[in-house]
């Protein structure tokens, strides 16, 4: 089975600074999928970014980046110039390639982040 | 586009009581359909999921069960309510195996 590991509870940065979270995962899978979900106080899910696991180029999304260490099994999201509106919770999520249909995710238990003004 | 509804948008059930809550998909047709449940302060824990209409599966035994009666339609049912049902209850939906998009979702407080 596979486990998403968010070590960090709680993090804080200041407004226009970049900031790094954490995630680790223990898979004896080669292909899949890694996502970072975003939880604004509003609790919709909304999809960040995603990273396929064949890809050695690290995915970008403006001011969303990942560094993902395969071999480490390590994905961090780096969040460049933070927003206020960047406030949320975020979960890391792993998702392993089914040939079938079902693409089922596992989620860390998140990081609550605070961007001050 | 597609779009995800729920509703109701929040619940509040005394224990024992039976629950419905409905979630649509918008814009796509065949969709993997799924429902979480997140506790406070907590990750989400998969329920059920589905893969066409009538085809559901169970990833935790519990009180509660789903439905798909149509396509784009996903139903999370329970026939008596139990304290521990509370929560947040969010669906999602997949195009087969890629990423999963997710619903406004339902604030259900048992009492």
């Known amino acids: 089975a596979q486990t998403v590991t968010q070590s960090q509870p709680e993090m804080s940065v200041q407004e226009a600074e970049t900031v790094t979270l954490s995630c680790t995962y223990d898979?004896?899978?080669?292909?899949?999928?890694l996502f970072w979900y975003k939880q604004p106080p509003s609790r919709q899910m909304i999809l960040v970014i995603r990273?396929?696991?064949?890809?050695?180029q690290n995915a970008t999304e403006n001011r969303f980046s990942v560094n993902f260490q395969k071999a480490a099994k390590s994905f961090s999201l780096k969040i460049s110039d933070s927003q206020l509106g960047d406030t949320a919770m975020y979960f890391c999520a792993f998702m392993k390639l089914h040939t079938g249909a079902n693409s089922k995710l596992t989620f860390g238990k998140g990081i609550t982040l605070s961007v001050r003004p | 586009s597609q779009t995800i509804h729920q509703w109701p948008a929040t619940l509040v059930q005394p224990v024992g009581s039976p629950l419905s809550l409905e979630c649509t998909v918008e814009?796509?047709?065949?969709?993997?359909l799924y429902w979480y449940r997140q506790a406070a302060g907590r990750g989400l824990q998969l329920l059920f999921y589905?893969?066409?209409?009538?085809?559901i599966s169970s990833e935790v035994p519990q009180n509660l069960s789903a439905s798909r009666p149509q396509d784009r339609q996903f139903i999370l049912s329970s026939k008596k309510l139990l304290l521990s049902d509370s929560g947040f209850y969010l669906c999602?939906?997949?195009?087969?195996?890629?990423?999963?998009?997710f619903g406004p979702g339902t604030r259900l407080t048992v009492t």
């Open positions: 999602a939906w997949s195009a087969l195996s890629y990423e999963q998009y």
């Open positions: 814009g796509t047709s065949n969709p993997n």
């Open positions: 990273q396929e696991a064949y890809k050695q």
């Open positions: 589905s893969v066409g209409i009538g085809q």
């Open positions: 898979t004896s899978e080669n292909n899949y999928y």
